[in-house]
């Protein structure tokens, strides 16, 4: 079967996605689960150990609080309570903490710091996966055992105000809700509003048992101006004249009831210096946590530095308090202070009711639980109580008893203590054999990619796909025949879950014969490739193969990424690495411009096999004559052009565009300090978005737009470049009317509003001048004699892109748009067109600078980052689809910018008609290499201390990367399969 | 005669790695507390000091350029100041692109620019003395095919060689070892040493090996 190298590449990528997908879904585990979730509540709680004589008291111990209302704030940082902000903003707050009868922690939340997996967390008290972090967009409702789902079993009467997603958690389970939908970041005046509202009636009613509030505010606070905005300020004032409110009230009540109250301020994980979150610093993960009650000792004094707990603790401590059974998933442990005011034999029964549910837990998951330190402290402390229990019934109130029970209450301490660590490090088991698959079929795509780079890159850019080779039909039964036997051995004998055992018969047997297909495939081109390397071999016509400090760069840089993707710093600060081999890509190419303008091109070797793509060392000698005769052809016309068509200002203009570049990049690096390192770094981004530099921000962004208009309009039809000049008007409006820039006639506009209608005029005008672009491209394959016209379609294509990107970036980063259309423009006409480089170093070129500007964007790899504010530009409220597309877009605006303007780059230079299919196979090539070698080497490194934090986050980018360079392939192709049809 | 030559230039790569090794031993004799990584940028003068010294007493001794006869004063003292100022130049030149390439503008200006100096030394020195101050001169030793002996063939080879230890020595910068080496711009400065100091061992031996293949214009 043969096929063009576009098509190919294309193919290539796309089973490349479905290999990464199996591999992803391995590689995220399912948490650690209790097994008995089918009986709810059947359990009977454990009894009372006792040695010898039975215990009386085998019922769940009674609540000790008879009302519980927690106060969730969102994205509440410890330091904002606790530190200098606490003091100044939240006075009642700091005076409870400091005199008053409570109980202060900071709770660490575990990362994914993402609202979702952060409410499962306190509520289940286990550990969510990070794949929650991607179902946070829809959640399903919660299947585990919950201090919720257990208060409403008991008949609990629960009422909830705030974020919808509790909502969806925990469906049917709140006698009286009101969700706020947390996706619209914008606002956080309403949305919090939205809950205070409910406040005095549902105080002075008091038929509820509990009543959790979510307050939403501070989070999108942070994420419009970051935690030194003067907005959190404000926000804190009002949390706290609500937390008065609360606490008055149910002080006031006490009196009515048996039982004291409590009170539970918590936030569900903190806020980085930028403002956003997901990910494990310690502005991040740091919450306060505040139990407040009558019920506990008022301690005098100040504490500054309160006791660091675990944010999984809040679940166990709350059934305890309200008399419930403790959630079976549940690893944290209970917050002794709470129960200090309590008997001894109480205090005891607690400790034990815990410790028996976590070293359930552990029997469950852990195969040799016996070993456990944590499970023998356990059994060792159980037995101890017993003992106590015995002595307790036969007689009461002596100090030996006393001194006993503190030694009992001590060890089962150091056993809850034991038992919750090794329960959370306890990492659920990775899915091997689905990981394995995934690995395999994205192996062998990559193999055959490497193997047909010399077939793929000559002159007809077309190659033999060799699937109906008769040897290779019993090769290709037997591989069939060994895999599925080694499905259902491994599917019947594993114990664990396994993702991909669970597939249907039809979809395994599918990927079955993929991964078996693909090695025929693979062994046939080794063997062709071998037979026809002999044959080369005998007439060896290029003795020696010149190549470009250009192509080594490219291959050493290449080479050099994808080392480093082995290293967690590299991960973090991966932007300095393309930074820096960006810059040593320009100085390369000003070395070679000085190169052709002073010295001409007289010293190429005569007949230099020029490689044309620097990717695998050993194709050099693959290449056979017909190659070499193009690559001759080529460069017959290519020396004496270089020198020739450089006169003049031309030339200093080539000469010089190398350092503007270099000065462009330097300037935009300086825009947004991301990573991890240097991420506090003071950068131009944060002094623009800070509410003293509206003016100055403004003044920029009008510029930037000014100068996107300037640059893109050259290359438009006049109905674009109208549409053009309006859409860009209308991102000016959008960004006005949401209040982060202004107009110079209207100094100081207090109406903030969503922008809806400017951004759905931009919409319109962008949705237009796709549309006409896609005409053109259709009415140039129609006719098929213009040219120009196609030209002029992919460049309104792209300019439709620019106009989105203009829209969905904030205004600080619309400087980066503005360069990035600057470079291209130098690129193309001083370096690109005057020195001729060929397709494929120009499509490493344009990857390179596209993931260049993914991070000057102000991305990394840090899921953080995402700038989610993108996906509900110009919507009313959260729509899935829109939002998912819009958010990834304006992730990858810089690569699919860039890779866009390959696509029209390569089809208006009309040197080479295989130019866009060498371009497409390059592009698919140089985008599989780091992700094939990514997850092989995330699976070794999958005990790893950084996992979750560092390269997991690394491979959902280097998945949503591949998925989009999926889809840029599938464009090259199709502008490809019209240049085949036009000529 | 060839190898007499090769014999020669050996020597004074010796001579050059000996003046550095002696930057580093030499001035704890005089200063307290001296170490490199500490007082790095004191260092950094006395190594930039060092070589430069030798390579002029060097240029002097040994004068592998035959071809300047014209020797009147003032010709001789204009290029020199010539020489200060091509110095110069690289200097503010090199420290140009590593701000381009990143390193802070203002912070740690003086450190940044210590390491232009030493980056100087180690490349536009050699080349000013060997070639003086004639850019086209040094046009052609740096493109392809063009050195006319092995002491412009060695002159590429360290030249090289030093920028492409600087370039790797940037690489250990953002790992997270918080060792005192990976401060800016130590690990770019020791780096660029290395580099000189490997292609003053290797230029030597690499020529010495292909001594039979190389041909050049004059010889």
Redesign the interface.
């Known amino acids: 079967m043969r096929l063009g190298s576009g098509t190919f590449a294309t193919c290539c990528v796309a089973i490349e996605v479905l290999g990464i997908a199996v591999f992803l879904r391995g590689f995220f585990p399912a948490p650690v689960r209790s097994s008995a979730r089918a009986v709810h509540g059947a359990e009977p709680p454990a009894p009372e150990p006792s040695a010898g004589a039975s215990s009386n008291w085998t019922t769940l111990p009674s609540p000790l609080f008879s009302k519980v209302v927690i106060v969730l704030i969102d994205a509440l940082r410890d330091d904002f309570v606790f530190g200098s902000k606490g003091v100044k903003f939240m006075p009642y707050t700091t005076y409870l903490v400091e005199k008053g009868a409570s109980h202060s922690f900071v709770a660490e939340a575990k990362p994914p710091t993402v609202t979702m997996p952060r409410i499962k967390a306190l509520m289940t008290g286990s550990l969510p996966g990070f794949v929650d972090v991607v179902r946070n967009l829809n959640s399903p409702a919660l299947l585990e055992d919950s201090v919720i789902r257990q208060a409403k079993t008991a008949g609990k009467r629960i009422i909830f105000y705030g974020d919808e997603t509790w909502v969806k958690l925990f469906p049917k389970h709140f006698v009286e809700y009101d969700g706020t939908t947390s996706f619209f970041v914008s606002d956080y005046t309403e949305v919090d509003n939205n809950v205070t509202r409910h406040l005095d009636k549902v105080l002075k009613r008091g038929d509820w048992d509990m009543l959790i509030l979510h307050y939403l505010g501070l989070d999108h606070i942070g994420h419009i101006s970051g935690p030194n905005s003067p907005l959190i300020g404000h926000k804190l004032s009002e949390m706290d004249s609500v937390l008065m409110k609360i606490h008055t009230s149910l002080q006031s009540k006490e009196r009515e009831t048996p039982l004291p109250n409590l009170l539970v301020l918590c936030g569900d994980h903190g806020m980085s210096e930028t403002g956003s979150h997901g990910a494990s610093s310690m502005e991040e993960v740091n919450t306060p946590l505040i139990l407040i009650s009558s019920a506990f000792e008022r301690k005098p004094g100040d504490i500054r530095h309160p006791k660091h707990v675990q944010q999984t603790d809040v679940a166990a401590t709350l059934a305890i308090a309200l008399g419930l059974p403790i959630p079976k998933d549940s690893v944290g442990s209970l917050l002794f202070p709470v129960v200090e005011g309590r008997p001894m034999r109480e205090q005891l029964r607690f400790l034990h009711l815990n410790t028996v549910q976590l070293s359930k837990l552990l029997q469950e998951n852990v195969p040799s639980y016996e070993k456990d330190p944590g499970f023998e402290q356990f059994k060792m402390s159980e037995r101890l109580h017993g003992n106590w229990i015995r002595l307790y019934l036969e007689e009461k109130h002596s100090e030996v008893l006393f001194n006993l029970g503190s030694k009992v209450l001590r060890q089962y301490l150091a056993a809850l203590k034991t038992l919750s660590l090794s329960l959370s490090t306890q990492v659920a088991q990775y899915d091997m054999y689905s990981m394995m698959v995934g690995t395999v079929v994205v192996l062998e795509v990559l193999t055959l990619l490497l193997l047909s780079v010399p077939q793929a890159l000559h002159r007809k850019a077309e190659l033999e796909v060799p699937l109906s080779s008769p040897g290779f039909s019993l090769l290709f039964y037997l591989v069939i025949l060994v895999l599925s036997a080694v499905h259902v051995i491994v599917c019947t004998s594993a114990e664990s879950s396994c993702y991909f055992c669970g597939l249907s018969w039809l979809a395994a047997g599918g990927v079955m014969v993929l991964a078996s297909a693909l090695l025929c495939v693979v062994v046939s081109v080794l063997t062709n490739m071998l037979v026809g390397g002999n044959a080369s071999r005998k007439n060896p016509v290029h003795p020696s193969s010149r190549w470009s400090e250009l192509d080594l760069l490219i291959l050493l840089g290449t080479a050099g990424h994808v080392l480093s993707l082995g ?4 991960v ?2 991966e932007h ?2 393309w ?2 081999l960006v ?2 890509l320009c ?1 390369a190419l000003s070395q070679e411009t ?2 052709n303008c ?2 001409g091109d007289d ?2 070797p005569p007949c230099g096999l020029r490689v044309e793509q620097g990717l695998d060392r050993a194709t050099a000698a693959w290449q056979d004559g017909p190659a070499c005769d193009a690559l001759e052809r080529d460069k017959g016309h290519r020396s004496p052009s270089a020198s020739q068509g450089l006169r003049g200002h031309e030339k200093w203009m080539v000469l010089a565009s190398p350092w503007l570049i ?2 462009c ?2 300037l935009l ?2 825009l947004n300090q991301t ?1 991890v ?1 240097w991420a506090h770094r003071p950068d131009l981004g944060h002094w623009l978005t800070s509410s003293d530099h509206k003016a100055e921000l403004s003044v920029l962004a009008a510029i930037s737009l000014l100068v996107v208009f300037v640059l893109v309009q050259r290359g438009c039809s006049s109905v674009s470049k109208a549409a053009l000049a309006l859409g860009l008007l209308g991102v000016y409006c959008y960004r006005a009317a949401i209040g982060s820039v202004r107009f110079p006639w209207r100094p100081d506009s207090k109406d903030i509003s969503k922008g809806i209608i400017e951004a759905r005029f931009v919409y319109v005008f962008v949705l237009g001048i796709l549309f006409t672009g896609t005409k053109d491209l259709l009415k140039s394959q129609v006719i098929a004699t213009d040219f120009q016209l196609k030209t002029v379609g992919l460049w309104e294509i792209h300019s439709g892109l620019v106009l989105l990107a203009a829209l969905l970036f904030r205004p600080h980063n619309l400087p980066v748009l503005a360069f990035s259309l600057l470079i291209q423009t130098l690129m193309t006409k001083f370096i690109w067109k005057p020195l001729r480089h060929d397709a494929a170093e120009i499509t490493v070129m344009h990857y390179w600078f596209g993931q260049a500007f993914f991070y000057f964007q102000g991305n990394s790899n840090n899921i953080a980052t995402v700038d989610i504010s993108a996906g509900f530009v110009g919507l009313d409220t959260y729509v899935e689809i829109p939002a998912v597309l819009l958010t990834a877009f304006g992730t990858y605006a810089g690569p699919v910018l860039w890779a866009s303007h390959l696509v029209h780059f390569l089809s208006s230079e009309t040197r080479s008609s295989s130019a866009l299919s060498h371009a497409c196979f390059c592009y698919a090539l140089i985008c599989s290499i780091p992700v094939s070698t990514y997850i092989v080497l995330v699976t070794s490194l999958r005990y790893h201390l950084f996992i979750w934090s560092v390269f997991s986050p690394k491979l959902l980018y280097e998945g949503m990367h591949l998925l989009i360079t999926a889809a840029v392939c599938v464009f090259f192709t199709a502008m490809d399969q019209t240049r085949l049809t036009q000529s | 005669m060839k190898d007499t030559d090769i014999k020669r230039l050996l020597y004074t790569h010796l001579l050059c790695i000996f003046s550095i090794i002696l930057s580093v031993f030499i001035p704890s004799l005089f200063l307290e507390n001296f170490s490199i990584l500490e007082t790095h940028l004191t260092w950094l003068c006395i190594c930039s000091g060092f070589v430069t010294a030798v390579n002029l007493v060097l240029y002097l001794a040994v004068k592998p350029n035959t071809s300047s006869k014209r020797s009147s004063l003032s010709h001789k003292v204009t290029r020199f100041l010539k020489c200060c100022i091509y110095f110069l130049m690289s200097c503010f030149s090199f420290h140009v692109i590593f701000v381009l390439y990143g390193a802070p503008l203002i912070e740690l200006a003086l450190e940044t620019f210590l390491f232009a100096v030493i980056l100087s030394t180690f490349t536009t020195v050699p080349c000013l003395c060997l070639l003086g101050p004639n850019l086209k001169a040094w046009l052609r030793v740096f493109s392809r095919n063009g050195v006319s002996s092995i002491w412009e063939n060695s002159l590429q080879m360290t030249t090289i060689s030093s920028f492409v230890g600087a370039w790797l020595g940037a690489l250990p910068i953002p790992l997270d070892w918080e060792r005192p080496w990976q401060v800016w711009p130590i690990s770019c400065t020791l780096g660029a040493t290395f580099g000189y100091v490997a292609g003053l061992v290797i230029s030597p031996l690499w020529i010495y090996w292909n001594r039979k293949q190389l041909t050049y214009k004059n010889n």
């Not at chain 1, 290293?567 to 590299?570: E, G, K, M, T, V």
């Open positions: 290293a967690s710093s590299f973090e600060e300095q690495t930074y820096f810059n040593t100085l000085y190169r002073f010295l010293s190429e270099l000065a990049c330097r690096r300086s990573g390192q």
